[in-house]
């Protein structure tokens, strides 16, 4: 297993860990995305985040959880628990775990009158006790919601607190923790990182392809990433002259696989190009039901590029108004080579864009048979001058294959525009 | 805070933990979806699942985690690091700690020749470690892909170790984890429980419906989350009979506001009332973008009853594809009340459908105005005889405001359905 040796976690900077609280992660009710974003973004300031816990609402895990951490990490970030319900303890916990008192923070307070008042309504008595920290702490106000945060220096270690409502997590590491633990940790570097993101190659094709001499040419961490007909890779090292090189050494083995060297979507790149190009773009889902079209409008200022897209879900809307002849429907099938070169141009034609994608197919679980089972998928282009089409069997469940679908259709447009 | 009392872990069941392997789970590039889907499975099987920990991808973290977990917990699921490239070093980890050797399983290893064979490659040399598992432990053979996994049983401790691709792990969690422990722990009774998904209803406001009357009714566990529109309850209790009479409670004071008792998605349950009513659905959306339609085509037999969307991103399509009049655009803009009604009007005309569904707004962060901000969006819904329109202004970011929006336009129309 140990083919590639010489792959070192980066040591020596200041550890951190995560400790989210909330009943509902460990028992798996609530996707702990709040963990990710932590670690992510830890990571990128230049702390090595060494662990991630989730406990349960409850004092004893909470108070274990965190005498564990301090034994053994610089930074801990606690997040959650500490909203309205009964079950949201760890204000109060904390403030026991240290033997101090809560205490009020006006400004937080006024913050949750105000927040109320411009939804026309008075403060919930069980509200109030948000606007709380315990006496040893800083209060991190929080303009963006209820709950205050706070920040907590003991024993050598730094605790910060925070909400676990995703988006003023967000809001509030943005604009509060992240400058705090900048300037409370100013020696600290962020490391050098590498982005790298493909499509349409496997991940042990990418692995073979980077080969053993990619990992032979420094000290680093390496992750790589499969998701959904995409590949990413992740590297970090204290080198950025290391980082320089496996850059282009990744350029010359992944090459045109590349789409992006940054966090940037697949969607957004085929925008860019699109926007470079002045092309404009139409969409003809049946199968993939709008996720192509929902993935490309997720993208700021997608309406320069993006004509719109028409879901032919029943074979009448796509005689109608993709004007796919209902003969050649009847003749071929919806799901067949002609109609969805048919559904390309047509969309294209009544969009009037420079570009028309086709996609039709089986997504499941019913309506397969011998010759078309289920996750058979057509999908098409169209330019002006010129037409493709592609036949797909993808495999899983319906979910999969939908998504599997949208980024391939998407990889053959990105393809197609950078010809 | 502490204004529903009685409030009671449910105590007394053998307990379990999670162990996630991965560097990119604690630097957060990838969302622990493991961690949520074994949580889940196991509170479900009747375990108390205590702690939830991810680790990275070193000898010392696993094991120091793996010592931990000994000490406090019967049984141990550990997910992750069992691939072929060389941060994968779970299964030696685990042999090593125990001293013992790796062995092969021929099963499995026949099982990736059959694996490479059928897409036309040879087994490559870093995969075969994959069919390897500690010589104390008992191999669990993976059909549904390469890595083995296998069960430890030391110490009085039950040790589950599981590939981390999600779609293997559930398949193998269903086939044969989940009878082993059923038969391991053949005392173990599953938890009663009750699930409530509520739409159009705040978290607050859910609460102080049930009130303390219902938190006085008996020992449960509970939880609430919140997401994007909609509010879920969860409660566990030893008792069926105390689920019962919740459930009967939760009925009587959410009522309307309650679209379903199970997993069930919004999207499913108007599926469902679709059917019932044998009604069809036509979508024409602007700033969701395709995501109403996505939504609403995830559902298996979604054929059935939409009839397809018009993503309509440029105002030239609005006009031409859904005949709202181009003067009215120019006389009211694109996102008003008169324009969305004439696009619900417009698509249910245009697909044959029973309903029509519009929405036209502003997502950002762009196109925004002082009269017409970022975040305003018109809805609206066309039958028949009946239309209606309604205007809602949402906060956040482009995605979020998307999401919200598409998700108001599924809860008018289960509203709509409900009548």
């Not at 070169?341 to 034609?349: E, T, W």
Request: proline share 5%.
């Amino acid at each position: 297993m140990a083919l590639f040796k010489n792959i070192f976690p980066v040591r020596g900077r200041p550890t951190a860990e995560l400790l989210t609280v909330g009943t509902e992660l460990v028992t798996g009710t609530t996707v702990n995305t709040n963990a990710s974003y932590l670690g992510r973004e830890l990571t990128q300031l230049g702390f090595r985040v060494e662990h991630q816990c989730a406990c349960r609402d409850e004092t004893e895990a909470i108070q274990e959880a965190l005498q564990r951490a301090l034994a053994r990490s610089q930074v801990i970030v606690i997040c959650g628990g500490l909203g309205p319900t009964p079950d949201d303890i760890t204000r109060q916990t904390l403030a026991e775990f240290f033997g101090v008192p809560l205490v009020l923070s006006r400004a937080q307070y006024r913050q949750i009158q105000r927040y109320y008042r411009s939804r026309g309504r008075t403060v919930p008595a069980i509200v109030k006790p948000e606007a709380y920290f315990p006496a040893n702490a800083k209060p991190v106000f929080n303009e963006f919601g209820i709950a205050l945060g706070f920040i907590i220096e003991e024993r050598g270690r730094v605790i910060l607190v925070v909400p676990g409502v995703p988006r003023e997590l967000v809001r509030l590491f943005e604009t509060r923790l992240k400058p705090f633990l900048q300037g409370r940790f100013s020696r600290l570097r962020p490391l050098a990182s590498l982005i790298v993101k493909t499509v349409g190659l496997s991940e042990p094709a990418v692995m073979r392809r980077l080969g053993r001499r990619f990992f032979r040419m420094g000290q680093f961490e390496f992750g790589i990433y499969p998701e959904a007909g995409e590949v990413g890779l992740r590297v970090y090292a204290d080198s950025p002259a290391l980082i320089r090189r496996l850059r282009l050494r990744v350029k010359k083995v992944l090459g045109r696989h590349i789409y992006s060297f940054s966090e940037e979507s697949l969607e957004a790149a085929i925008g860019r190009e699109l926007v470079r190009k002045k092309g404009t773009l139409a969409i003809a889902e049946s199968c993939t039901g709008g996720r192509i079209a929902e993935l490309l409008t997720g993208v700021p200022g997608a309406s320069r590029y993006l004509a719109g897209a028409v879901v032919a879900y029943q074979n009448g809307v796509k005689t109608r108004i993709l004007d796919v002849p209902d003969q050649l429907i009847k003749r071929r099938g919806a799901v067949s080579r002609e109609v969805v070169l048919r559904m390309a141009f047509g969309v294209r034609a009544r969009f009037g864009a420079t570009l028309g994608i086709g996609v039709t197919g089986i997504a499941g679980p019913g309506g397969g048979s011998r010759e078309k089972p289920v996750g058979l998928v057509y999908l098409a282009i169209a330019s002006a001058g010129e037409k493709k089409a592609w036949k797909e069997q993808f495999r899983g469940e319906r979910l999969h294959i939908q998504d599997r679908a949208a980024k391939k259709a998407l990889e053959y447009l990105w393809r197609w525009l950078k010809r």
